[in-house]
């Protein structure tokens, strides 16, 4: 998968995801609670766990997709080499509807833009939303 970031966008999309590494619990577990409450149904995937806020289940999960992300920012030409396992469990193993992929993208836009504040410029905005995008769609390629 191709995707359409300059240089400029690599390297800042890159320095945003190392820097929010030693966070990477508090980040990926705001953006979960925040899908969760947005979009109830995405809860069905998580029902033998405790995802109320707080919850070290929450936590842990949300860690374990900052760090996927992380991952993936460091060489974006890679993503899908990067999320090929990802991909694979999500699809024959989880069988997580590849909607959700979006939905999580959105809120973690969110939970960047509130976390972030002013230095979530639009430029970084804009950036963001189209890495989010394209790691949403390469979770989802397998689905095809």
């Known amino acids: 998968m191709t995707i359409m970031l300059s240089k400029k966008e690599k390297a800042l999309i890159k320095e945003i995801w190392e820097r929010l590494t030693p966070v990477a619990e508090n980040i990926g577990s ?7 409450a947005s979009y109830p149904g995405t809860k069905t995937y998580f029902s033998h766990l405790d995802i109320s806020p707080g919850s070290s289940h929450l936590y842990s999960h949300g860690k374990k997709i900052v760090l996927a992300i992380a991952e993936g920012a460091k060489d974006i030409s890679q ?12 699809a024959y193993q989880l069988r997580i509807d590849p909607t959700n992929f979006k939905l999580l993208s959105h809120c973690m836009l969110v939970t960047l833009a509130c976390y972030l504040g002013e230095e979530f410029t639009p430029v970084a905005h804009a950036a963001m939303d189209k890495f989010l995008s394209a ?10």
Do not use: D, S
């Not at 790691?135 to 095809?144: C, D, H, M, S």
């Open 30 to 36: 705001e953006a979960l609670h925040r899908m969760f």
């Open 79 to 90: 993503l899908t080499v990067a999320l090929a396992p990802l991909q694979t469990l999500h």
């Open 135 to 144: 790691f949403a769609a390469v979770l989802a390629e397998k689905y095809r």
